[in-house]
């Protein structure tokens, strides 16, 4: 089993920078995919950026430029730097990870930018 905590959520004003962290623990090996995913109130979760083992990445086109995904593989820490945020960035973020056929998530974490 594996088990993922987030932290670094909060309030900041549009144009701020926040930075989220991952961690994964249990029965690990390696984590080929992690992944951080956002749900905003009536709307469906939606990938925001991914990352592999080998560090390929990959970004929502919204978020692009403006967000770092990155990781520690020697840690199993996964981090998304958010930077320029906007309101429309507010939603829970959420962390995945994928081993195998399976996949787990974090219990999310709040991410409220104000205008």
């Known amino acids: 089993q594996v088990q993922l905590a987030e932290s670094g959520g909060g309030l900041v004003q549009a144009g701020g920078s926040l930075r989220l962290s991952c961690a994964a623990s249990g029965s690990i090996v390696s984590i080929p995919f992690m992944g951080w995913f956002r749900q905003a109130p009536g709307n469906q979760r939606e990938l925001v950026a991914s990352i592999t083992s080998r560090s390929s990445t990959n970004y929502a086109d919204s978020v692009k430029g403006r967000f770092t995904i990155s990781r520690d593989n020697a840690n199993n820490t996964v981090y998304l730097q958010m930077n320029s945020l906007k309101p429309e960035d507010t939603a829970v973020y959420y962390c995945?990870?994928?081993?195998?056929?399976?996949?787990?998530w974090g219990q999310g974490t709040q991410v409220t930018v104000s205008s």
């Open positions: 995945n990870a994928r081993i195998d056929v399976r996949s787990y």
